[in-house]
């Protein structure tokens, strides 16, 4: 049993946002099983802006209810890790190899450097890095 995870946007979305979503079952039995089995979260704190955004570009939220939402941030079961240079580093060498977008090798090189698993539900990142058994795409996460 995994003690600690590093989850992408494209799975915490699903957590606050199930309009127009897949994989919202999926990412709801995932959040049920970390906080059951007290699991750590681990994130880079660029997730707090995709997920802002995401919110302010695809959702019809009044400012209220986009403050709420963002609030809710707070309560959920993430450990949130600063953008310090080696993890930046590590972002661009995973970029590169893998041919990533910086925000998504982000994710990656903070599961590198903590050992852990990467839950996405992003296919695309999946298939570019699927040759990582730490990489795992939510459909098909199971058990941790």
Request: net charge neutral; glycine share 4%.
């Amino acid at each position: 049993m995994a003690g600690t995870i590093v989850v992408d946007t494209s799975v915490l979305i699903k957590w606050i946002k199930t309009k127009d979503e897949e994989l919202v079952v999926e990412g709801r039995r995932l959040l049920n099983q970390i906080e059951q089995d007290a699991i750590e979260v681990h994130v880079p704190a660029l997730l707090l802006y995709e997920v802002g955004n995401i919110l302010l570009l695809k959702t019809d939220l009044d400012q209220a209810k986009l403050d709420s939402t963002l609030g809710a941030l707070e309560h959920l079961p993430l450990i949130i890790a600063p953008p310090a240079t080696p993890l930046l580093q590590r972002a661009a060498q995973a970029g590169k190899r893998f041919g990533l977008t910086f925000y998504d090798a982000a994710f990656l090189a903070l599961a590198i450097e903590l050992d852990c698993p990467l839950v996405t539900a992003d296919r695309r990142f999946f298939e570019r890095t699927r040759s990582l058994p730490r990489v795992r795409h939510l459909a098909k996460v199971g058990s941790l």
